[in-house]
């Protein structure tokens, strides 16, 4: 008889690894059309032209599958598609993908001061309106969106695109920005600690597909 553990069945993993492996797989198909991201977000589609709006600025940057840039959205805003969304948690970041007053808001040329809301031209316009933000946000890094935790890191931390899910962020910032840096992002951002720990919250939220099938690409 062959003494076969769990592990030469799974590939070389264990079962609670394989299955993982599964589940930060997250959605095979796509690329998903306007019609998809308005049947799998009601609140898209309440907002005629939305859709088609996500559609353009995805091919225009280069995201493989608009369905990518609605779910992120969508994580970003707690469902809501709300240009206005403000973060909960403390940060000065606003809007469809959380423009951080900081960072994100002046790689767009926009600017505000601490502790006020933003200019109107970018709060008050209207979702349609602020995706050109968007798409100037991740026009920049054009042509490296290959897969959705491309699209996602370059949302709530650029520096880990070129990383691994294993990235550690808080520790980047306790080497980077010290202690006190790295206890406030803890706090902002709890249950973040890897690369990959945005992703499987961001991938749990989505309604459409996170992973581009074979065939699709």
């Given at each position: 008889?062959s003494c ?11 079962i609670?690894e394989f ?8 959605i095979v198909g ?5 019609q998809d991201i308005?049947?799998?977000?009601s ?9 088609d ?9 280069g995201i ?9 959205i ?26 951080c ?6 790689e767009?040329g926009?600017?505000w001061?601490?502790?006020q809301?933003?200019p ?17 946000y ?5 042509g490296?969106?290959?897969k959705?935790q491309d699209?996602?890191a370059r ?6 695109m070129?990383?691994?899910d294993?990235f550690n962020?808080?520790d980047?910032y306790v080497?980077?920005?010290g202690?006190a ?10 249950g973040?600690i890897?690369?990959g720990?945005?992703m499987?919250f961001?991938?749990k939220?989505?309604k459409?597909?996170t ?6 690409t």
């Open positions: 008889l076969l553990s769990a592990k030469d069945f799974f590939g070389g993993k264990t609670a299955y993982k492996d599964i589940e930060d797989a997250g796509g690329p998903s059309t306007a308005n049947n799998a977000y609140v898209v589609a309440g907002i005629p032209g939305l859709a709006k996500i559609v353009e600025v995805a091919n225009k940057v493989p599958d608009p369905g990518w840039l609605a779910n992120l969508n994580f970003e805003t707690d469902g809501s598609f709300n240009e206005t969304k403000q973060n909960k948690r403390g940060s000065d970041c606003w809007g469809l993908i959380q423009f007053r900081d960072s994100g808001a002046k767009v926009v600017t001061i601490s502790g809301r933003p109107d031209y970018f709060l008050n316009e209207g979702p349609i309106a602020q995706m050109d933000y968007v798409e100037k991740f026009l920049k890094d054009r490296k969106y290959k959705i699209v996602y949302v709530f931390f650029p520096i880990s070129d990383q691994g294993d962020i808080y980047w080497e980077n920005e202690q840096a790295a206890s406030t992002y803890r706090r902002q951002n709890p973040i890897y690369k720990d945005y499987k961001a991938n939220n989505a459409l597909p992973v581009l099938a074979p065939t699709a």
